[in-house]
């Protein structure tokens, strides 16, 4: 390979990186104490003396956290160690204890791996259950922390559980990173462990790239990449650190390790402060806590419990549908929790592809996992059958999941039939004639070649054309009609 | 029946006769409102007098005798907190500058266990600021005094509710012990002072100086009173993590229960070096009586104890320096404006915290450091094994050890306020039972050459309550 895959113009470099992603746990309470774990309430709602930290209140461990840790750590095929808990040391105004309790160098999991769709194998360091700090809103003056008038603080959020999952740098693309967390993020959600949701601040994205000449076995000098709040931002961030650090390497210059935020609208990255200057954390051992050593039993039932993972049931239901598992419509169907349905309505006997694609497509909605897989396939069958259009099928699924009525009646109802060709080509003559220059302009633009044009045309001849057959028309005999009606022009 | 050198009746007498009927719980807290009024402002015991919620609270306890139910084992009597247990409402200021205008929404766990109990609490003492000192010099708000001599320091950190129950102002008071600031003040003011094994007490509510190491516990004019006190406030608690999850036993029962056969070694490494002469005395008379009332006494070692103090000046600045982060300025108390967010964190904090709390912060923040952790707090930890395996030698052989409990009697003001090292030295020989997290009191034991009191530590190993209350009320008898 001579280039780092999936940038263009990197040749001769190796792109490394290596992510920590936090997750705030799906718990009730909150990590040490009752108060409820909770996003979008009023501020300083969900509190209490124990995460205000005020003076003489004590922290006592959420087993809830601990099991939802575990299960995280197995399905990352994590060893589940013995840990304790260690104070991290700093000021900051959003931590009410001017420390953050986390685990150091005793984590609850460590040495794992997660194996992607691709077929690669991220390794997972380790992770560890810590305390989620408060929120800071900057207001007045320039609204950054550096220039505000004042600032507000809403502790709601301080001693949510987190699990901080940290993979080896083993990543390799920006596409690869971007892989890794949504498969991350899948198994999150299907473990019950987080909701797993980026634009909340649930789930959170730290990335940290080097590069290194193709050959070299030392890693580059790093930078940590902060406050990437999608997916898009994180492959933009590396792709974008990427050529940052190769230009200065190509000019002779050397890379600072340090902390770097990117910038979404002005698609970069920028400096934080330098590893240099970094603050000295002094952890200690935390001494309000005990360790906490989950028993062989209580680890054989979280073990038990965890449910079949996203990458088994990607190859399950691909074999099914004699399909790639890395096929979209598989992955989605697992991503949504739909894989059982998507099963069922094959094993139904219908057309593997069409059950996919009504799954990748029009499935996105509240209520589609009340889906029986029976009058799935019934819906599929008659599509295939010729009974209804593929816009046809679309509503009426949409019908069949709104109220639970079968795909028969929902058609019947709505005067759903396939149209006969006689009858379309009717509609499509009719169109043509009532617009002669659109025609004519359409006959033109095919014979010049001109795709841009014919694509617009051929989209107002369809629409013309749906709108006088109420919708019945079959998009696909529409386009063959009017292909075949401009050859005989021609 | 009487506390030695106290006004007052013993806290189980005034318990008993309130819950008969005989004895007003109102009346009780007067006549101890009016000692303080008598004495306060030459000793200094309190930051804070409750002396309207004490009345109402010994009034409730009156209605609910008159009433035919039992108000509890400490019906009606008056108890002084160390300024650092958390009162709900009630100004809680370890005495410190930082904790300005604070009053916690919530109360300690001991002092919810004391008002089940039928407990008045008639105010919040004095200490040393956040625990730090040996003399109660520390406090911001001025010293207290020693109500044995006036012209002499309580001892500290918990000098306030030691000098409480010296001068009668309660019978019990509750204190703090991180390195010795329950034991030294009892010694030193010649009250009996109890420092429970580590997570008998329940910690939540008691202002945080070093969490490894600090545990609340009794003050009062008799055995037997710190007995029936430790047997409130002991026991299990699901708010604090590091606290026993275990039955109490009956301490008051082992009060009178004899040394018949109790194995008794004294410290050998607490007798040398540093202990004035007239102490040392006092602790060989204290084995005498022992081995008088029939108990073994031998001589025991435990030779890492002499590594105790340097391992403690470590291991407690390190957690105190973590423990007192939080009073920035952002929440609560004491807040100096500055020009950015960590400009005010630094304002308030170098106004808020007097000169040994910043020292011990330094030192604390220091030994933890990047490239110092191994070779201070790692290092110190190392001690802290080390010692707890002596001790644990030491009790294969004893059932209880006998050390003093100070070097010396009471020192006068300025004597060592200004040589920190002097100052530490004096809690020599109480720190090593917080490093390995066992029990310890002190008991009075008659006066050293200059007439003050001298205390006798007994110490024993974890969950050893029993057997060192046993030694400690033969003691008792044997000093009267």
Not at chain 1, 256 to 279: L, V, Y
Not at chain 1, 409 to 415: K, P, T, V
Request: hydrophobic share 40%.
């Amino acid at each position: 390979m001579s280039a780092i895959h999936g940038i263009d113009g990197l040749d001769d470099w190796e792109l490394v990186v290596g992510l920590e992603v936090h997750c705030e746990l799906a718990t009730a309470t909150k990590l040490f104490c009752g108060c409820p774990n909770q996003f979008g309430d009023d501020p300083n709602t969900n509190v209490c003396p124990v995460c205000l930290g005020l003076p003489g209140s004590l922290p006592v461990l959420n087993h809830q956290a601990v099991e939802l840790a575990m299960r995280i750590g197995r399905a990352l095929n994590c060893t589940v160690h013995p840990s304790v808990f260690a104070r991290k040391n700093y000021f900051y105004p959003d931590m009410p204890k001017d420390y953050q309790v986390s685990q150091y160098d005793q984590p609850i999991n460590a040495d794992g791996w997660l194996d992607l769709p691709d077929g690669s194998r991220i390794g997972i360091t380790r992770a560890h259950l810590e305390e989620d700090t408060g929120k800071n809103t900057h207001a007045g003056g320039s609204g950054r922390i550096h220039g505000a008038d004042y600032s507000l603080i809403d502790y709601n959020r301080a001693g949510v559980p987190l699990v901080e999952i940290v993979s080896e740098p083993d990543v390799r693309s920006p596409e690869q990173a971007r892989t890794y967390v949504a498969e991350l993020r899948t198994i999150l959600l299907a473990i019950g462990a987080s909701d797993a949701k980026m634009e909340e601040g649930s789930m959170r994205v730290d990335a940290n790239v080097s590069v290194r000449p193709h050959g070299q076995a030392a890693f580059g000098t790093r930078c940590e990449i902060k406050n990437l709040n999608s997916l898009r931002s994180l492959v933009r961030a590396i792709e974008y650190e990427a050529r940052r650090q190769v230009d200065l390497l190509g000019t002779g210059e050397r890379i600072h390790q340090e902390t770097r935020h990117w910038d979404e609208e002005a698609g970069r990255t920028r400096a934080g402060r330098s590893k240099e200057e970094a603050e000295d954390y002094r952890y200690f051992q935390e001494p309000d806590l005990v360790p906490v050593a989950p028993g062989a039993d209580w680890l054989a039932r979280v073990e038990a419990a965890l449910p079949v993972l996203p990458a088994a049931r990607r190859e399950t239901l691909a074999g099914a549908a004699g399909l790639a598992a890395t096929h979209p419509g598989v992955v989605m169907a697992v991503d949504r929790g739909l894989d059982d349905l998507a099963r069922g309505a094959i094993a139904a006997g219908a057309d593997p592809v069409r059950v996919l694609t009504h799954v990748e497509h029009n499935l996105a909605v509240e209520g589609a996992e009340t889906l029986g897989a029976a009058a799935l396939a019934e819906l599929v069958g008659m599509e295939t059958g010729g009974a209804l259009t593929a816009t046809q099928a679309k509503t009426v699924l949409a019908d069949m999941v709104a109220t639970g009525r079968g795909p028969a009646e929902i058609a019947a109802e709505r005067g759903f039939e396939a149209m006969d060709t006689g009858a379309l080509e009717a509609i499509v003559d009719e169109a043509i004639a009532a617009n002669a220059s659109e025609w004519a302009d359409y006959v033109a633009a095919s014979a010049a070649g001109d795709d841009k044009r014919l694509k617009k045309l051929t989209g107002f001849f369809t629409g013309k054309i749906m709108q006088a057959s109420k919708g019945q028309a079959d998009g696909r005999a529409v386009n063959e009609l009017l292909t075949r009606k401009r050859d005989g022009a021609a | 029946m009487t506390a030695p050198g106290s006004p007052t009746p013993t806290a189980a007498a005034i318990a008993a006769e309130v819950r008969a009927g005989a004895r007003s719980a109102r009346a009780t807290v007067d006549a101890h409102l009016g000692a303080i009024d008598a004495a306060e402002a030459t000793i200094h015991a309190f930051n804070l007098v409750l002396a309207d919620s004490a009345r109402a609270a010994a009034d409730a306890i009156d209605a609910r005798v008159a009433a035919g139910e039992d108000p509890g084992p400490l019906a009606g009597v008056p108890i002084a907190l160390k300024d650092n247990l958390c009162t709900r409402g009630v100004p809680t200021t370890c005495s410190s500058r930082i904790l300005e205008g604070w009053r916690p929404p919530y109360d300690a766990t001991v002092v919810t266990r004391l008002a089940t109990a039928g407990a008045v609490v008639i105010g919040k003492t004095n200490l040393d600021e956040f625990a730090m000192g040996s003399s109660t010099e520390n406090s911001a708000f001025g010293p207290t005094r020693n109500p044995r001599d006036p012209e002499r320091v309580p001892g500290g950190s918990s000098g306030g509710s030691a000098a409480a129950v010296a001068a009668g102002f309660a019978p019990l008071a509750l204190g703090s012990d991180t390195g010795g600031s329950i034991r030294q003040p009892a010694a030193l003011c010649g009250v009996v002072g109890v420092k429970p094994t580590y997570g008998l007490v329940s910690r939540y509510g008691l202002v945080a100086f070093a969490s490894s190491l600090d545990q609340i516990g009794p003050f009062a004019g008799t055995v037997g009173d710190a007995a029936l006190l430790l047997e409130v406030i002991a026991g299990h608690d699901p708010l604090d993590s590091t606290s026993i999850d275990q039955p109490v036993p009956s301490y008051t029962e082992a009060v009178g229960a004899g040394v018949d056969g109790l194995r008794v070694g004294i410290v050998s490494e607490l007798m040398g070096e540093g202990i004035a002469p007239d102490v040392r005395a006092r602790v060989e008379a204290a084995a005498e009586a022992l081995a008088a009332a029939g108990a073994e006494v031998g001589e025991a070692s435990v030779p890492a104890a002499t590594f105790g103090l340097s391992a403690y000046y470590l291991i407690a600045p390190a957690e105190a320096s973590s423990n007192l982060a939080r009073y920035d300025g952002v929440r609560y108390g004491l807040r100096v404006d500055g020009a950015t967010t960590s400009e005010m964190m630094e304002a308030s904090r170098s106004a808020g915290f007097g000169a040994e709390v910043k020292r011990r912060i330094m030192l604390g923040t220091y030994a933890l450091s990047a490239g110092y952790y191994d070779a201070f707090y790692g290092k110190a930890l190392k001690v802290r094994t080390l010692i707890i395996a002596d001790f644990a030698a030491a009790y294969e052989r004893f059932d209880v050890l006998l050390s003093p409990t100070t070097p010396t009697t009471a020192f006068r003001f300025g004597e060592k306020a200004d040589d920190p090292l002097a100052m530490y030295l004096s809690d020599v020989c109480t720190i090593p039972t917080n490093l390995a997290g066992q029990p310890a009191m002190s008991v009075p034991f008659g006066s050293g050459a200059d007439g003050m009191p001298v205390g006798v530590q007994i110490l024993a190993p974890t969950l050893g309550e029993v057997p060192m209350l046993r030694a400690a009320g033969v003691l008792e008898e044997a000093a009267k």
